[in-house]
């Protein structure tokens, strides 16, 4: 055998083997950004389901002290001087009406979003980025809602705890006018 054919064997596999180990590392690329997707969604899933609970927690604390608030304070009617009686009354209903505007109002805007969102999604044929571009929606979304929500946390918490101080202090002035009188 010639060296020269040898010689152009050898470049021929040596070039093979570059191809071959370039398509490998484009297959493990590949398989690793798979992977990577598999994985923020199975996180995004997880992150979903804890919202949830989370939020389904936080609204049945919220119903529960709402509904023990007024058992409680319509048993003091007789006691409390009325002005106090009524401001805290209608401190709490001013929560509690922030509150539930707020539930219905996150409630159509998500739907409304999703709804846009799936519209957007299924309009166009299937990409690579399909998930990324539901993600980037997603995520958007809930910037715009999180910067609504302030304007009704506050209120919220600030008339519901004004309210339940009333019924503290007042509980400390009885308290105070029972032990020294």
Do not use: H
């Not at 519209?119 to 958007?140: C, H, V, W, Y």
């Amino acid at each position: 055998m010639d060296d020269r054919v040898i010689e152009r064997w050898s470049r021929e596999v040596a070039k093979n083997l570059e191809g071959l180990n370039r398509e490998v590392n484009d297959l493990r690329r590949f398989q690793a950004n798979v992977e990577y997707d598999k994985q923020v969604q199975t996180v995004l899933e997880i992150i979903s389901r804890l919202q949830t609970s989370n939020a389904s927690y936080t609204n049945l604390i919220l119903a529960a002290g709402y509904a023990a608030f007024f058992a409680f304070w319509s048993t003091l009617k007789s006691d409390m001087p009325i002005k106090l009686y009524a401001t805290s009354g209608l401190l709490m209903v001013l929560s509690l009406m922030f509150f539930i505007a707020w539930e219905i109002i996150k409630m159509i805007w998500t739907t409304l979003a999703l709804r846009s969102i799936e519209g957007k999604l299924t309009s166009r044929p299937p990409e690579p980025d399909t998930m990324a571009k539901f993600q980037q929606e997603i995520n958007a979304f809930d910037r715009r809602i999180g910067r609504l929500w302030i304007y009704f946390l506050f209120p919220t918490i600030t008339c519901g705890i004004t309210s339940g101080l009333c019924l503290v202090g007042f509980f400390v002035w009885k308290l105070v006018f029972t032990t020294f009188n």
